[in-house]
């Protein structure tokens, strides 16, 4: 018997130390929503006349890398960009401090460019030192660094002019070249072919920028002169790098409007004081229930605020593990599943308590009351978890951020408030001789 | 400690009383609501600018409006925040933001203000908005319905459900008497009222199930009248704390926090009546005008 509970307490003092080990240090590690850092969310909707229904995700991609690039290219740390359904983009800027210039930026058409890339290592030097010879530009490739902030690296100076424009080209796809390295396909309008011909005839070995909106993409070099309006790009890419390039070459033919159909600004400091109000909020209601159900239930209350407790570290700690954002609508669902914990809690004692007055020996009450509970915990707890999911499934933004919280709370209290308790009441009878139970 | 002890109270035979009470508060919240039409809705659910703007000192909420009335937008709202007459929440049309910011600029002074938070809803993702809540709710509906009529059976199922839409209503028209919009947190709001609910309901729900396995034969209001009592002092211990800590956050929170604290504390207390005197007194006149026997 003994070993048994041995195990089960071991069980929960490893999840314990597990979940402030994931936790700590909590400033670091929970990602907090814009509502509580300040910053901005706007959604982005490709405007869907004129564009076929099956066309319209992977315009809606292309759209979405014009913007990663815009975006990228201001500096923001931990941007994020995603698309929902088949024609919006959210985009979540947390601490921008100029939200208008960032709007304007991502409203902006794209621009995709070739240009000729200068193969005179002198003028390059010339350009770096600050004299930039007439009809030319320096432009870079950019890289992120492990702060996901863009650097520029590896400067090229190429012709002002563009030799071609996004506007020539048809579509671009992923392919493999006769060595099994994936390789971008570039397909040119009529318009567009007989000028890349021109083009490619007089810069053999010369290397072609591929510029969205400023920023060098890629700058393949001329092997031969390229006729009928079909380019193959090659290199040692990646999947993933063959992918991107090909959608940077479709984003420059893209005809689709882009729309900013909603828009949240945060400034930083009601993101502060929505948070210290929040959680101000919580611990006082947090401590006037520890207060009330010790008040009211003594030693078993004190258990019942442990669980309670439990519940909070672990929905923190499944939080920082799955990266869930933390919300202010999140922080409320924290401390309404606080209130479900306790009310589990609440629904064994009181059942205690009739089987007390029932007559029924300490240990019979508290087996006969964990068992004749458990089906108001597990069908109320339940139907609560059912809003909570589809709260999170079908809910946007702070809707989302509160299903979240209650769901991952309602499950953790069903390990905290029933599992986690019986096994140290069990404990504790087992450990000591207790004649009369007072609950 | 213990507050109450072997109660017998007759909660079943005063169920008309809280028909009237409940028909009475829902009808006319519905009625404002008609009357109040696109008012009630916050700019998530019918498009619009919304701004959070605090001034550097006090200013007069009328000079507030007369400034944005002379930009002829259109529709427009002021809603004043705290006591000192700094801080403001304007409400207006699309893409009427930037004019009403240029204003102030003009009249006071960019320095003098701060743009706290704004944001900006177009009408089509207003309606996707609405659509998405509206889906989300119904879904959640059928989603409680089929769960209790597994674990219980349809007409307890069906009483639920008819106490969430109680709630719901019962919120609603509160928020309608007092004047609130109804906006995203606020649906995230009744979303969690209709959880807590429905835990309300089913805690008694088990209760009267246990109880007719126990005493079969006897008169449903009895058995249901007994099994409200036994859990009369859970109910009355639950529904205490988690009121607590909806004040905490209603007090506390901060304005975001108000409108959905406010929906919690009206839909917690009403809750908790509602599953006595909705869905377990549905049942029982349910039962005197179509006989039943309830097997659960």
């Known amino acids: 018997m003994r070993k048994q509970y041995y195990s089960k307490l071991l069980v ?201 909106d400023g920023v060098v993409k890629s700058a393949p070099v001329i092997r031969e002169r390229i006729g009928g309006g079909s380019a193959q790009i090659t290199g040692r890419f990646s999947i993933e790098e063959a992918r991107n390039l090909a959608i940077v070459l479709r984003a420059g033919a893209l005809p689709a409007k882009v729309n900013i159909v909603y828009k949240e600004v945060v400034g930083p400091t009601l993101g502060k004081s929505n948070i210290t109000q929040g959680f101000k909020a919580s611990i006082y209601g947090g401590i006037a229930v520890v207060l009330f159900i010790v008040i009211y239930y003594g030693a078993f209350g004190l258990l019942a605020d442990f669980a309670a407790a439990l519940n909070i570290l672990i929905l923190i700690a499944v939080m920082v593990t799955i990266k869930g954002v933390l919300t202010l609508p999140g922080i409320a669902g924290i401390a309404l599943t606080c209130g479900m914990a306790v009310d589990a809690n609440v629904l064994i004692f009181e059942r205690m308590r009739e089987e007390i007055r029932a007559g029924k020996s300490p240990k019979a009450s508290i087996d006969s009351a964990y068992h004749r509970a458990w089906t108001a915990i597990i069908d109320s707890n339940i139907t609560t978890l059912i809003t909570g999911v589809i709260l999170f499934l079908l809910g946007e933004g702070a809707v989302k951020g509160f299903g979240l919280t209650l769901s991952i709370g309602i499950v953790a209290n069903l390990f905290t408030a029933v599992f986690v308790t019986k096994t140290i009441v069990d404990w504790v009878m087992l450990t000591r001789k207790i004649e009369k139970l007072r609950v | 400690m213990n507050i109450i002890k072997n109660t017998n109270f007759d909660f079943i035979g005063k169920r008309k009383i809280a028909y009237v009470f409940s028909l009475v508060v829902i009808v006319v919240g519905i009625i404002s609501f008609g009357i109040r039409g696109k008012a009630n809705f916050g700019v998530d659910f019918v498009g619009g600018d919304m701004l959070n703007i605090e001034f550097t000192e006090g200013v007069d909420a009328s000079e507030i409006r007369a400034i944005i009335k002379d930009l002829n937008i259109g529709y427009y ?116 009222v209709a959880g807590y609910s429905v835990n309300d309901t089913v805690v008694i729900y088990d209760r009267i199930r246990e109880n007719i396995r126990k005493h079969r034969g006897d008169d449903y209001s009895v058995i249901f009248n007994k099994s409200v009592n036994e859990t009369l002092s859970r109910t009355l211990l639950t529904g205490l704390t988690t009121i607590f800590v909806v004040i905490c956050l209603f007090l506390f929170g901060g304005e975001a926090l108000h409108v959905f604290s406010f929906c919690l504390l009206i839909g917690f207390v009403i809750g908790t009546y509602s599953s006595i005197f909705v869905a377990i007194s549905l049942l029982i006149d349910w039962h005197r005008i179509q006989p039943h026997k309830f097997n659960v």
């Open chain 1, 12 to 212: 929960i003092i490893g999840l314990i130390l597990l979940s402030i080990y994931q936790i700590y240090p909590l400033k670091d590690k929970i990602k907090l929503g814009l509502d509580l850092q300040g910053g901005m969310h706007v959604v982005l909707e490709v405007e869907e006349t004129g564009v076929e229904e099956k066309n319209l995700s992977d315009m809606t991609e292309r759209a979405l890398e014009i913007i990663r690039n815009r975006i990228d290219a201001l500096g923001v740390t931990e941007p994020v960009i995603q698309k929902e359904g088949t024609n919006k983009i959210i985009v979540d800027l947390p601490g921008v401090g100029d939200p208008d210039k960032a709007i304007e930026l991502i409203g902006q058409t794209a621009l995709l460019e070739f240009k000729l890339v200068s193969d005179d290592s002198e003028l390059l030097q010339k350009a770096l030192a600050g004299e930039v010879p007439e009809g030319y530009q320096l432009l870079y490739n950019k890289e992120k660094d492990d702060r996901g902030i863009l650097r520029d690296t590896q400067p090229l100076l190429v012709k002002s002019e563009p030799e071609l424009t996004g506007r020539y080209i048809e579509d671009a796809y992923v392919g493999y070249d006769n060595s099994g390295f994936p390789d971008v396909t570039l397909k040119l309008n009529k318009e567009g072919a007989k000028i890349f011909e021109q083009v490619t005839a007089q810069n053999v070995n010369k290397r072609l920028a591929i510029v969205l």
């Open chain 2, 77 to 192: 709202s002021v809603q004043v925040l705290g006591v000192e007459n700094k801080e403001f929440i304007i409400k207006s049309g699309p893409e009427t933001q930037d004019k009403i910011i240029n204003a102030f600029s003009d009249k006071y002074g960019s320095d003098r203000f701060t743009v706290k938070a704004k944001s900006m809803v177009s009408p089509s993702m207003s309606a996707s908005l609405r659509k998405k809540a509206l889906l989300a709710f119904i879904t959640g509906m059928i989603g409680i319905l089929l769960y209790l009529t597994i674990r219980f059976e349809f007409r307890f199922a069906v009483g639920a459900t008819v106490a969430i839409f109680h709630d719901i209503l019962f919120v609603v028209s509160i928020l309608v008497l007092t004047k609130q919009q109804i906006d995203a947190s606020v649906i995230a709001a009744l979303l969690t």
